[in-house]
């Protein structure tokens, strides 16, 4: 964790003066154009304020440094690398073992985070095995045998050199960076869990009765208690927001995931929509019905179209933009 002077204080508060300063600039720049009409004049200051901005007023706290220095290489982190299954997988560290943000940096996917934007829904499925003890807002895991550890597709851990590790776990790499422990009983992200719970008010002592979430998942509105068992399940296409799955059910069946669930999901069924159901109150959950199938499960949100609509409609302002000015120009010759 960086360390700040009071000289470093003191410059964090005539940053924002010199920000204001700049743009004052831009905008007396912006009044003057209007006046003289020359308008061209105000995407060059744009330019101008802009590299003033990124490269002389953040200078500090926009440092260039070479990745090296923030993401050394670690042999623990290639033993992840060099372990990596063909299907998405998680890891997590125990206590203050490489931090969420760390191993994002790595290429790896955490389970733990320290954002307060986190959804909400995940943050309450996650307190069943987080530390009681969230010093700095940081959600730290210290006891890796639990049953949403596996439920959250963890197949890996990163401890501290020595350690022992708990019931269903062993130790695949050892060194001065640490210990890397190997999940027995990690769950896949997507599968067809042997029970289905009708979700109530008590969600959360619900999720704590369930010692193993291969036999019972939390489902809102299931259709049945009993779920039927696919002959087939496997990840064909596994990427950052969309999955490809293919299936093979002798009847209908359910598929639970570890895939948080927020606004922007959809997951379709040989093309066509399906609806998803919530599962353990915070991931994806949907019925697929018997035979064989492909399915999609991709995150596409709101804001991405809104942006792609914005995108669009200020280019054909601006292509409105210069023809206009171009008819002018052709007119008056």
Known sequence: MPIHSSSDNARACILPSKGIIALTG??????????????????????????????????????????????????????????????PFRITGTGWVLMPQTSADYGVEDIR???????????????????????????????????????????MALAEPGAIPPPGWRVVYEGADG?????????????????????????????????????AVVVDEPESMHNVQPESLAITEPRSGKFRLRINAPDRTFIASSQPHSPGWTVRIDGDPARIHTVNGAFIGFYVPAGQHEIEVKYVPMSFWISAVVAVLALLGGVGVARGRTGRALRAS
Request: charged share 25%.
């Open 179 to 215: 210990t890397l422990l190997e999940n027995g009983f990690s769950m896949r992200r997507f599968y067809a869990p042997e029970r289905l719970m009708p979700a109530d008010d008590a969600l959360h002592d619900q999720l704590r009765s369930i010692d193993d979430f291969r036999s």
């Open 26 to 87: 831009f905008w007396l720049v912006v009044v003057y154009a209007r006046r003289v009409s020359r308008m061209h004049l105000v995407a060059p200051a744009a330019v101008v304020a802009i590299t003033i901005e990124l490269f002389v007023i953040n200078v500090p706290f926009n440092a260039l440094v070479d990745q090296r220095l923030y993401r050394p290489d670690l042999p623990i982190i290639d033993a992840i690398h060099e372990r990596s299954p063909g299907e």
């Open 113 to 155: 985070g320290s954002d307060p934007m986190a959804s909400a829904s995940y943050m309450n499925f996650f307190r069943l095995i987080e530390a009681e003890d969230d010093s700095f807002g940081v959600k730290r895991i210290e006891d890796l045998a639990q049953p949403g550890v596996d439920f959250l597709n963890v197949r």
